[in-house]
C-alpha cells in the first residue's frame, strides 16, 4: 500500500537502506531496553495509525445554507487509524469534517472545506507522532535510567543548516544552534580563564565573538522575529506578508538583518539573518501555518478518551487548554536544555562527514571545511592561540623535556625546578612560559623550540636506550627460554607421566609470554617432548579401554574384537615407557582376551552347535566317494563309515590335503589310533597311542586329521570298550595340541558330547591353547590319562582374571 507520508521524496527504493534489516535492529533494540510486547505492539500501532491518517483524503459537501464542507473520499484509510487509535469510525470521521467552537459558553458545530480538514488531519498525525516521539524519550530514559546522583546526557545535534530553501524549521534549528554555539563559546573561555587563574599567571582577557545579538534578534522580548510571529497568528486577519512587514520594520537597522530592496515588487517573503555559522536566507511564506498549533481541541479530547491506556495517557487533561504556538513550545523546550547544561560540565565530539555519498576513501575538502566552519570549531582553535595552548604538569614537563641538555647533571630534586634548571640550562629563549602553581603554560613559539631541542636529542638517546632494552629483552627470552627447555626436560627424564609433559608443554608459550613475537627460536627438545607426548597417549587411550572392557564379565563379539585389537596396538607399544597401572592393565588385558574368547564362542556354540555336531558338516573334509574311490573293493562300505566308527583301517586321510606325505601319515594316525583301542592287534597299544599324537605334535597339518578320527572312531561306536579307550586317547590329545580355528568348534561340540568329565576336556583344552604347548608327546600315556581323570580343577583360563 503507497502511504503519502513516506513517498514525497520520489525514492521508493535505494541500495544502501534495508528496511527489513533496520526493523530487525529497532525490534532487537526495544528488547535490550526491556520495552514489554505490548509496548511493543502499540508503538507499532501508533506509527501505523499516524501513516494512515496522511492518506484520508477529502472532496466537496454542501452542507446547510450553502456552507462549503468536506467528506472522506476513501473511508479505508480512517477505519483503518481508529482501530489503532482505539477510538470509533465514527467519532474519528467527525473531527477531521468538523469543528467545535465554545462562544460565550454556547458550543457550535462548523464545518471545515477540504482544505481546513486536510491541514487538520496533517495537524492530528503531527500530534499523535510527536507524542509517541516524547514517550520513546522517557522509556529509553527510564531503561537506562541509574541510581540518582551523577548522570551522563548525550546531546546529538548535527549543526547549523543552510539550504537553497530555508522555512520556519530551519529557522528553529539554527535558532537551537546559535544557543548552543554560545554555551560552548563561553564554557571554552571560561574554563580556559578559570585555568589561568587557578594556576595564578598574567593574562590579558580573552575577547570572543558573543552571538547575543542574533539571538535577541530571533527570541528577544517582544520584538523578536519568533515572538512577532506568535503575535501575529493571534490576530484575526493576520497573514504572513504582515508578517513580514513587520519584521522588516522593526529590524532595518539591524546589521545581522537582512531583506532585498525590490522584495516588494518580485512578492517576495524572504529575509536574510547572519548567523554564526554564515548567512542563512528564510522563505517566510508558510511560517504562520507551520507555528500555529492546529490539533483542535476535538481531536485532543477524542485520543484522550481512547480505549487503549497508552494512547489515551498521551493526552492528559489539562483543564482549560490554550493552544501554543509551535515555536512558543520550542522556546520552552530549548531553555529548559540550556539551563540544564549550564548546570552540568560539557565535553564536546565533533563528527565530520568526509563527503555527502557514505563512500569509503573520498574526501571532499569544501565540505569539511564547511562543517568545521559551522560547528564552530575555528573559533575555538582561535581562542586557544589567544591564550596558552600548550600546558603540562611539572612532572609530566620534566620527564618528557629534561632529555634536551643530555650531558647535563641536574641538581634539582623537585619537578619544579628540575623544569626551570632545564629551560636556563637550555640556553634558548624561553621567557614566554608561564610558570602557574601546577603546570607550565606557553605557546607555539616555545613549543617549536622544545620540540627541536627534544627532537635533536632523541637521535642520540633513542639509539643508545634501543640497544641498552634490546640486550635486556634478549637476555631475559634466553632465561625464559632455559627455564622452559628445563621444565620440558625434567618430564622428559621422568619419562611415563603424561600429564606433567603436557604441562610442560603447554607453559612454554606463558613461561616465554609476550617476547615470542620477537624471538622465534623454541626449546630444543620441545618437538621431542610432543613426539613423546603424542606416544604416551596412545597408551592414555588403551588405558581407557583396558578399564572399561577388563571390567566386562558378560562380553559380546565387538567388545572381544575391540580389546583382541586394542592388545594387539598395545603389544607394538610396549617400548614406550608405562605406567605401573599400564602394565598391570595390559597384563589383565591379555587374560580378559582369553576369558571373553571363551565366553563368547561357548555363547556361539550354545545358539549355533548344531552347525558342528557331525563330521559330515565340516568342509575340510574329502567328499565320501572321493574318500571311497581309493580302494579297490567295498567302496560303497567305505562311503557310509566316512565318518562313523569302523573296524578297519582307512585308505588315506579324511581331510583333503595337498602335501601327499599326510595323506600318508594320516593311515598310520589311524592305524595306531586302532592299535590303542584295541581294535587292533598290537603288543604294545599305549606306544601306538603316543605314536598318534607325536605325529600330530610334529605334523601341525595333521591335526585336525587326528582329531576327526577320534571324532569319526566315537561316533556310533559299537564296541564300549574301544570307545573308551578312544576318549582316553582324546584326553591326551587335548593336553597336547589343538586343532585349526576352522576345526576347532567341531572339536568342542564333540567334547561336550563326552560320557564323563567333559568339563575336565575342556577345561584341558583351554590350557593347552592358552597355555604352555609340549613338544613332545608324554611317554607314560596311561599315567597321564590316570592324571587327568583325577583333577577336577577348572582352567585358570575360563574364569574372569583378578583385577585385584
Not at 127 to 139: A, K
Amino acid at each position: 500500500r503507497i502511504l503519502t507520508f513516506l513517498n514525497q521524496s520520489g525514492v521508493i527504493k535505494t541500495s544502501d537502506v534495508n528496511d527489513e534489516g533496520d526493523m530487525q535492529e529497532v525490534r532487537q533494540a526495544m528488547q535490550e531496553l526491556d520495552f514489554t510486547s505490548d509496548e511493543k505492539e502499540w508503538v507499532f500501532r501508533t506509527t501505523a495509525a499516524v501513516l494512515h491518517l496522511g492518506n484520508v483524503g477529502f472532496k466537496d459537501k454542501k452542507e446547510k445554507g450553502s456552507v462549503k464542507g468536506s467528506q472522506i473520499k476513501d473511508k479505508k484509510s480512517v477505519a483503518l487509524a481508529a482501530e489503532f487509535l482505539g477510538v470509533t469510525q465514527e467519532k474519528l470521521e467527525k473531527v477531521l469534517c468538523y469543528r467545535s467552537i465554545s462562544v460565550r459558553r454556547e458550543v457550535s458545530t462548523i464545518p471545515l472545506d477540504p482544505t481546513v480538514a486536510r491541514d487538520g488531519t496533517g495537524s492530528l498525525a503531527k500530534g499523535l507522532y510527536g507524542r509517541l516521539f516524547d514517550f520513546l524519550v522517557r522509556r529509553v530514559n527510564q531503561s537506562l535510567e541509574g541510581k540518582e546522583g551523577r548522570f551522563m546526557g548525550i546531546l546529538d545535534i548535527f549543526g547549523f543548516e543552510i539550504f537553497e530553501n530555508n522555512s520556519f524549521e530551519q529557522l528553529c534549528i539554527n535558532f537551537a544552534n546559535e544557543k548552543l554555539q554560545q554555551q560552548f563559546n563561553r564554557t571554552t573561555f571560561k574554563e580556559e580563564e578559570q585555568l589561568y587563574q587557578r594556576e595564578g599567571i598574567d593574562f590579558e582577557h580573552i575577547e570572543f565573538i558573543d552571538n547575543q545579538v542574533v539571538l535577541d534578534l530571533i527570541e528577544a522580548k517582544p520584538v523578536g522575529i519568533l515572538l512577532m510571529l506568535d503575535e501575529e497568528c493571534l490576530v484575526p486577519e493576520g497573514s504572513n506578508p504582515k508578517f513580514m512587514n513587520k519584521i522588516e520594520a522593526q529590524n532595518k537597522r539591524n546589521d545581522k538583518f537582512q531583506t532585498d530592496k525590490h522584495r516588494k515588487l518580485e512578492n517576495s517573503l524572504a529575509f536574510e539573518i547572519e548567523h554564526y555559522a554564515g548567512i542563512v536566507k528564510y522563505d517566510s511564506s508558510q511560517f504562520m501555518e507551520k507555528n500555529k498549533d492546529t490539533l483542535f481541541q476535538d481531536m485532543y479530547d477524542l485520543c484522550a478518551s481512547s480505549k487503549d491506556d497508552r494512547t489515551a495517557a498521551l493526552f492528559p487533561d489539562l483543564g482549560k487548554r490554550q493552544l501554543k504556538s509551535l515555536s512558543y513550545q520550542f522556546r520552552g523546550q530549548l531553555n529548559a536544555l540550556m539551563e540544564r547544561l549550564y548546570e552540568t560540565d560539557s565535553r564536546y565530539i565533533r563528527c565530520i562527514k568526509p563527503n555527502n555519498k557514505q563512500r569509503p576513501d573520498m574526501y571532499e575538502a569544501p565540505l569539511v571545511v564547511e562543517q568545521l566552519r559551522y560547528s564552530g570549531v575555528f573559533e575555538a582553535v582561535q581562542i586557544r592561540k589567544q591564550g596558552y595552548p600548550f600546558r603540562l604538569t611539572y612532572k609530566k614537563f620534566a620527564c618528557r623535556y629534561q632529555c634536551i641538555n643530555p650531558t647535563h647533571r641536574y641538581k634539582a630534586r623537585d619537578d619544579e625546578g628540575i623544569c626551570k634548571e632545564l629551560l636556563k640550562v637550555a640556553k634558548q629563549d624561553f621567557s614566554g612560559i608561564q610558570f602557574g602553581k601546577t603546570m607550565l603554560l606557553y605557546r607555539a613559539d616555545e613549543h617549536k623550540k622544545l620540540k627541536l631541542l627534544r627532537n635533536l636529542a632523541l637521535e642520540t638517546i633513542v639509539p643508545r636506550c634501543q640497544r641498552v632494552i634490546r640486550g635486556g629483552i634478549h637476555r631475559e627470552y634466553m632465561r625464559r627460554l632455559a627455564k622452559a627447555t628445563g621444565q620440558i626436560q625434567d618430564a622428559l627424564d621422568v619419562a611415563n607421566d603424561i600429564e606433567m609433559l603436557k604441562e610442560a608443554i603447554n607453559a612454554v608459550d606463558d613461561t616465554i609470554g609476550p617476547l615470542a613475537v620477537l624471538f622465534k627460536q623454541k626449546p630444543t627438545n620441545l618437538e621431542k617432548a610432543k613426539a613423546h607426548r603424542d606416544r604416551l597417549q596412545l597408551w592414555v587411550d588403551l588405558e581407557r579401554i583396558f578399564e572399561r572392557l577388563t571390567a566386562e564379565e558378560d562380553p559380546d563379539q565387538s567388545q572381544l574384537d575391540e580389546l583382541t585389537e586394542s592388545v594387539a596396538r598395545a603389544s607394538e607399544l610396549l617400548d614406550i615407557p608405562r605406567t605401573d597401572k599400564q602394565i598391570k592393565l595390559y597384563d589383565l588385558a591379555r587374560g580378559q582376551v582369553i576369558y571373553m574368547e571363551i565366553n563368547v564362542n561357548k555363547k556361539h556354540l550354545d545358539d549355533h552347535g548344531h552347525k558342528y555336531e557331525s563330521l559330515a558338516q565340516y568342509s575340510g573334509l574329502k567328499d565320501p566317494k572321493e574318500f571311497a574311490k581309493k580302494k579297490l573293493f567295498g567302496r560303497a562300505k567305505l562311503e557310509e563309515t566316512m565318518h562313523v566308527w569302523t573296524k578297519s583301517g582307512i585308505p588315506c586321510g579324511l581331510n583333503r590335503f595337498e602335501d601327499k606325505k599326510l595323506d600318508k601319515l594320516a593311515k598310520e594316525s589311524f592305524a595306531a589310533i586302532l592299535a590303542y583301542s584295541g581294535l587292533k592287534k598290537n603288543p604294545d597299544p599305549e606306544m601306538m597311542g603316543s605314536k598318534a599324537i607325536q605325529l600330530a605334535i610334529d605334523n601341525e597339518g595333521l591335526r585336525d586329521e587326528v582329531y576327526a578320527q577320534l571324532i569319526k572312531q566315537t561316533t556310533n561306536c559299537q564296541d564300549q570298550e574301544s570307545e573308551e579307550r578312544i576318549w582316553d586317547i582324546t584326553a591326551a590329545c587335548v593336553g597336547c595340541f589343538c586343532p585349526s580355528k576352522d576345526f576347532e568348534n567341531f572339536v568342542f561340540m564333540h567334547l561336550r558330547r563326552a560320557p564323563a568329565n567333559k568339563d575336565q576336556y575342556i577345561s584341558t583344552y583351554h590350557n593347552t591353547k592358552y597355555g604352555e604347548k609340549p613338544k613332545s608327546a608324554p611317554h607314560n600315556l596311561g599315567s597321564i590319562i590316570k592324571k587327568f581323570k583325577n583333577n577336577k580343577d577348572r582352567s585358570r583360563y575360563s574364569v574372569m582374571p583378578n583385577r585385584a
